[in-house]
Structures are given as C-alpha cells and as structure tokens.
C-alpha cells in the first residue's frame, strides 16, 4: 500500500502564500504521478494541478513540485483568494497523471482557509 501525509494547510489573509507538502511512504514504487485536488463546502471534488495540468483558477499562482527522490509533492499557493478555500488532498496514481478517476491513494486533507 501506498500511505501520502498532507501538511501546511491553515489560515491566510487573502493575497498571502501557503505551502503544502505531502510524503509518500510504503510502496512508493506503485506511484507513477502525484497531484492535488481540493473540495470546498458544498462543493465536488475537482483537481487543483498535477505536473502537467493546472486548473484555470489557480494558473499563474499555484507551483506543483517534486523532490529529487520523488516521494515528496508540494504546492506553493501565492496570491490565495477566499474561493481558494477547501480541504487540499494530496493524491496519486499509478497510471497517467491525466486520468483524474485514476488517483487511487489519497491522504487524509489539510484544512485551507482564505480570510478576506
């Protein structure tokens, strides 16, 4: 099994920065990408980015990176705005980093919340 542990979330002024890491451990060598998705109350899961994807809304402010070794995914979120607000989850897959339905592990959440 694959286990992915979110951290950095927490409470932000609008226009300030957050950023969140998520470490993969067990059996790492199952992951071939890694991504964020977001759910805001009330609202469907959608994802945030993955290293080939962004989502509209955050293009230009969120920065997805890897380690060298692989195992450790950030996001830089610059610029957050109050619809920036929702639970961030980490997640990954073992098939192409496209096929959002694909993401199979998933970390338990980091709270984000934008104040305005």
């Known amino acids: 099994q694959v286990q992915l542990v979110e951290s950095g979330g927490g409470l932000v002024q609008a226009g300030g920065s957050l950023r969140l890491s998520c470490a993969a451990s067990?059996?790492?060598?199952?992951?071939?990408?890694m991504g964020w998705f977001r759910q805001a109350p009330g609202k469907e899961r959608e994802i945030v980015a993955t290293?080939?994807y962004y989502a509209d809304s955050v293009k230009g402010r969120f920065t997805i990176s890897r380690d060298n070794a692989g195992n450790t995914v950030y996001l830089q979120m610059n610029k957050l705005k109050p619809e920036d607000t929702a639970v961030y989850y980490c997640?990954?897959?073992?098939?192409?980093?496209?096929?959002?339905?694909?993401?199979?592990?998933w970390g338990q959440g980091t709270q984000v919340t934008v104040s305005s």
């Open positions: 997640a990954a897959t073992r098939y192409d980093p496209s096929l959002w339905m694909k993401y199979e592990y």
């Open positions: 290293h080939a």
């Open positions: 067990g059996r790492t060598f199952r992951i071939n990408a």
